[in-house]
């Protein structure tokens, strides 16, 4: 049984910085990408953050130069550090896996996605 749990939300004022992780047990990282989504209310999920099994990443042009992904696959943790978070970042935070591989265009799609963890909330203030 695939289980994702995510950590490591928090309130914080702009231009802070907070670091995710999202450790997985019954699944394997390196085998396919694994990606970071968010989500605020009444709002469909946004695709944040992905690293394929290369270890090749992918943005959102929203974080582009403020987020990065990355993993430590002897931990099976993936972890998104967030820079000069701004109150737009506010959102609940899920990381996600898929059940096989997908294709690059999909990468930031949460219809390839099967796995998901219970999401960490993200709150920064102005």
């Known amino acids: 049984q695939v289980q994702l749990a995510e950590s490591g939300g928090g309130s914080v004022q702009a231009g802070g910085s907070l670091r995710l992780s999202c450790v997985a047990s019954?699944?394997?990282?390196?085998?396919?990408?694994v990606a970071w989504f968010r989500q605020t209310h009444g709002k469909e999920r946004e695709g944040v953050a992905v690293?394929?099994?290369?270890?090749?990443?992918s943005y959102a042009d929203s974080v582009k130069g403020r987020f990065t992904i990355s993993q430590d696959k002897a931990k099976k943790t993936m972890y998104l550090q967030m820079n000069n978070l701004k109150p737009d970042d506010t959102a609940m935070y899920y990381c996600a896996a898929p059940a096989g591989s997908i294709p690059p265009f999909g990468y930031l799609m949460d219809y390839e996605y099967e796995y998901w963890g219970q999401g960490t909330q993200v709150t920064v203030s102005s």
């Open positions: 019954g699944y394997i990282f390196s085998r396919f990408c």
């Open positions: 690293i394929d099994s290369a270890g090749s990443t």
